[in-house]
């Protein structure tokens, strides 16, 4: 005797799980704030706050060596280079929502978007 692998409510319980997923992720990408700023961390001290307004490249120097260059473009920022082996923070995608972050392990960087604007407990703004 064969047994069914997926049963009729196996299927609806996966497929409302993917559909409320899909919401949630939906919901967040909606309701998030736009940042104003990119504030630049190293070594957990903050460097420099650079508007998002204003299109510019920023080189990130540790001890007079620059290890990463940001670049701020319409409005996002993203990390063009760093020197670290793995790269992870250059692939990262641009970010440019109020709490989104670039974090470069390797170099102690660390990138995050804010905003003026207050905002509740989870993220939307008042």
């Given at each position: 005797m064969k047994k069914k692998l997926l049963r009729k409510w196996d299927i609806i319980l996966i497929t409302a799980a993917l559909l409320a997923a899909g919401?949630?992720?939906?919901c967040i990408n909606v309701f998030s704030t736009a940042g104003e700023y990119a504030v630049v961390e190293v070594n957990g001290e903050t460097v420099v706050?650079?508007?998002?307004a204003e299109d510019t490249v920023y080189d990130i120097e540790i001890e007079?060596?620059?290890t990463n260059t940001l670049k701020i473009e319409n409005g996002e920022a993203k990390m063009i280079s760093a020197d670290c082996p793995d790269k992870i923070c250059v692939n990262h995608r641009s970010i440019s929502?109020?709490?989104?972050s670039i974090i470069c392990l390797p170099n102690k960087v660390i990138i995050t978007?804010?905003?003026?604007?207050?905002?509740?407990i989870d993220g939307v703004a008042k």
């Open positions: 919401v949630f992720l939906l706050q650079l508007s998002l007079n060596e620059v929502k109020n709490n989104e978007i804010v905003s003026d604007a207050e905002s509740d």
